[in-house]
């Protein structure tokens, strides 16, 4: 490969860590934006306007959101777009059912390894 090309490659790979950097900082202001109440439950998210909120393009929004979406914060919904998921009560008392079982589950494990000066 001649110089060109490995430049050429460096700054691939560069761009492409870039990208990846900024689109899990936007994941997570994002999901911390939804999580403190700023996107409410079944609230559109309109890319334009969070790249307004950012000062980034469109694309490492829309990677974002797809993130959030297999996260299950965001729902896409086919030829309407990208919306804040809404939790039933019933989901909420579930989980955190779960969380307390495993809340359980970590402090008896803990409780198994600690050592008498951690006590």
């Not at 790249?51 to 694309?59: A, D, E, I, Y």
């Not at 019933?90 to 600690?114: N, Q, T």
Request: glycine letters at 6%.
């Amino acid at each position: 490969m001649n110089v060109q090309g490995k430049v050429k490659a460096m700054d691939t790979s560069a761009t492409n860590g870039l990208r990846r950097t900024m689109r899990t900082e936007l994941v997570q202001l994002i999901r911390e934006a939804i999580l403190n109440r700023e996107y409410l439950p079944g609230q559109k998210l309109v890319e334009e306007e969070i790249c307004l909120k950012f000062g980034v393009s469109r694309t490492p929004i829309r990677e974002a959101l797809l993130v959030l979406e297999q996260e299950g914060l965001v729902d896409n919904q086919p030829h309407l777009g990208m919306f804040v998921v809404s939790f039933r009560r019933e989901e909420i008392v579930d989980l955190l059912h779960v969380e307390a079982a495993m809340e359980g589950l970590a402090a008896a494990e803990a409780a198994k390894h600690i050592q008498p000066n951690e006590i």
